[in-house]
């Protein structure tokens, strides 16, 4: 029998699973539990997992699927194609709404994210709920929504580099992360694979509206964008090394908090390869620059 407990740390997303001591060999029914928690709340938290380090921590990712490489264009840490390490150490900022690696045509399914180094206070990492952001939108927007899409890319805002605190770093890790251009268009609403349910697919990496202005792009986005991280669909977690942090990136955004001025923080994280989205019509996106075969696999 399973000792698995799952208690809800705010009201419309994320949770604190306890019980268990996360690893590669976990029995299939606590793995079970774990995915159905992961569904139902969105984002999910394990606490004292200090024992992982990065083969134990791809080990556990695997049960969950299987995995893409690291990133399409950054180099993965170490010896393991599959650990992405994100270290904000040096007040480097990644500090905007995004669903993970949404510019190609398969965006990862999950997310499992490590705490190797964080400060004694600061550096919290916000998620969003993409599904309750969708079903809270009044009826006529939803309406709108479900029919439009958005274009995707890796491609950096170079006004955006030079208006950063450290341009000269900020263009080189510019210049890394859009080795390769990839270009997706994607359902601004996309039907979730496992549940059915109906979710928010933009964040940062969406650049443009299909058809529509420059202008009218990013005010339709920046509407839309303001309902998905609205408090209410939100949950704010407080690092502390050895956490775990498991999130749906087909029903979620996320964010950090760069709180924390450049005293070390540093995260591995692991991916789950996933489906080319649909949209409520039934049409899958559509790639128009890019091949991301190299990167993950498309899931079942």
């Given at each position: 029998?399973?000792?698995?407990?799952?208690?809800?740390?705010?009201?419309?997303?994320?949770?604190?699973?306890?019980?268990?001591?996360?690893?590669?060999d976990l029995p299939?029914?606590?793995?079970?539990?774990?995915?159905?928690?992961?569904?139902?709340?969105?984002?999910?938290?394990?606490?004292?997992?200090?024992?992982?380090?990065?083969?134990?921590?791809?080990a556990f990712a695997r049960l969950l699927g299987e995995l893409t490489t690291a990133h399409p264009t950054v180099p993965?840490?170490?010896?393991?194609?599959?650990?992405?390490d994100l270290d904000y150490s040096g007040g480097q900022k990644v500090d905007r709404w995004h669903t993970d690696v949404t510019f190609v045509?398969?965006?990862?399914?999950a997310s499992v994210l490590r705490a190797v180094t964080v400060p004694a206070a600061g550096g919290d990492t916000l998620w969003a709920n993409a599904v309750t952001a969708y079903e809270y939108l009044p009826a006529e927007l939803r309406e709108l929504v479900e029919r439009l899409r958005a274009v995707?890319?890796?491609?950096?805002d170079y006004a955006r580099i030079a208006a950063s605190e450290d341009p000269e770093r900020a263009r080189a890790y510019a210049e890394v992360f859009a080795s390769t251009v990839f270009e997706t268009e994607h359902p601004v609403v996309r039907v979730h694979p496992e549940t059915g349910e109906r979710s928010i697919l933009l964040g940062d990496f969406a650049r443009r509206l299909s058809g529509l202005s420059a202008s009218a792009s990013a005010s339709v986005i920046r509407l839309i964008q303001d309902q998905v991280t609205a408090v209410e669909n939100?949950?704010?977690?407080?690092?502390?090394?050895?956490?775990?942090?498991?999130?749906?990136?087909?029903a979620t955004q996320h964010r950090v908090v760069h709180d924390f001025g450049?005293?070390?923080?540093?995260?591995?994280?692991?991916?789950?390869?996933?489906d080319v989205p649909v949209g409520?019509?039934?049409?899958p996106s559509t790639v128009l620059t890019g091949d991301a075969a190299a990167y993950s696999p498309v899931a079942a």
């Amino acid at each position: 029998m399973s000792t698995l407990s799952v208690t809800p740390v705010a009201g419309r997303i994320g949770a604190e699973v306890t019980g268990v001591r996360l690893a590669g060999d976990l029995p299939a029914d606590v793995v079970a539990e774990i995915r159905l928690a992961l569904l139902t709340h969105k984002v999910i938290f394990f606490r004292g997992q200090e024992h992982l380090d990065e083969r134990g921590q791809t080990a556990f990712a695997r049960l969950l699927g299987e995995l893409t490489t690291a990133h399409p264009t950054v180099p993965a840490f170490g010896g393991n194609a599959h650990i992405l390490d994100l270290d904000y150490s040096g007040g480097q900022k990644v500090d905007r709404w995004h669903t993970d690696v949404t510019f190609v045509d398969r965006p990862p399914a999950a997310s499992v994210l490590r705490a190797v180094t964080v400060p004694a206070a600061g550096g919290d990492t916000l998620w969003a709920n993409a599904v309750t952001a969708y079903e809270y939108l009044p009826a006529e927007l939803r309406e709108l929504v479900e029919r439009l899409r958005a274009v995707h890319t890796n491609q950096f805002d170079y006004a955006r580099i030079a208006a950063s605190e450290d341009p000269e770093r900020a263009r080189a890790y510019a210049e890394v992360f859009a080795s390769t251009v990839f270009e997706t268009e994607h359902p601004v609403v996309r039907v979730h694979p496992e549940t059915g349910e109906r979710s928010i697919l933009l964040g940062d990496f969406a650049r443009r509206l299909s058809g529509l202005s420059a202008s009218a792009s990013a005010s339709v986005i920046r509407l839309i964008q303001d309902q998905v991280t609205a408090v209410e669909n939100t949950v704010r977690w407080r690092w502390a090394p050895g956490d775990v942090a498991v999130w749906d990136n087909r029903a979620t955004q996320h964010r950090v908090v760069h709180d924390f001025g450049d005293r070390p923080r540093r995260l591995h994280r692991v991916t789950i390869a996933g489906d080319v989205p649909v949209g409520v019509d039934g049409r899958p996106s559509t790639v128009l620059t890019g091949d991301a075969a190299a990167y993950s696999p498309v899931a079942a």
